[in-house]
Nanobody, 113 residues
């Protein structure tokens, strides 16, 4: 259902853009977004976007990360700027089609200091 891509290795202060491509229209999802999980830590919410394009960001990424949607491509993007070593994690896209929740396969983001 969801295919995530765009992770990689970047130096601190750099940028990456993650993509989450859905099979079919993204309009059927109540919300989409990104979680991340760092080694030894619990998975945490990074950002969500509703089907009406309202957004919510974790405090740790506000002002640095931006979520957007391209409905023609059924894809949600996460633009990550001013990356920090503490942003290093596996990033998972997710989508809610209640009562179902879908997860992408995860993409590794590594930020070197």
């Amino acid at each position: 259902q969801l295919q995530a891509s765009g992770g990689g290795l970047v130096q601190a202060g750099g940028s990456l853009r993650l993509s989450c491509a859905a099979s079919g229209s993204t309009f059927r999802f109540n919300r989409m977004g990104w979680y991340r999980q760092a080694p030894g830590k619990q998975r945490e919410l990074v950002v969500i976007i509703s089907k009406y394009d309202s957004t919510g960001y974790a405090d740790s990424v506000k002002g640095r990360f931006t979520i957007s949607r391209d409905n023609a491509k059924n894809t949600v993007y996460l633009q990550m700027n001013s990356l920090k070593p503490e942003d290093t994690a596996v990033y998972y896209c997710y989508a809610e089609e209640l009562p179902l929740v879908y997860w992408g396969q995860g993409t590794q983001v590594t930020v070197s200091s």
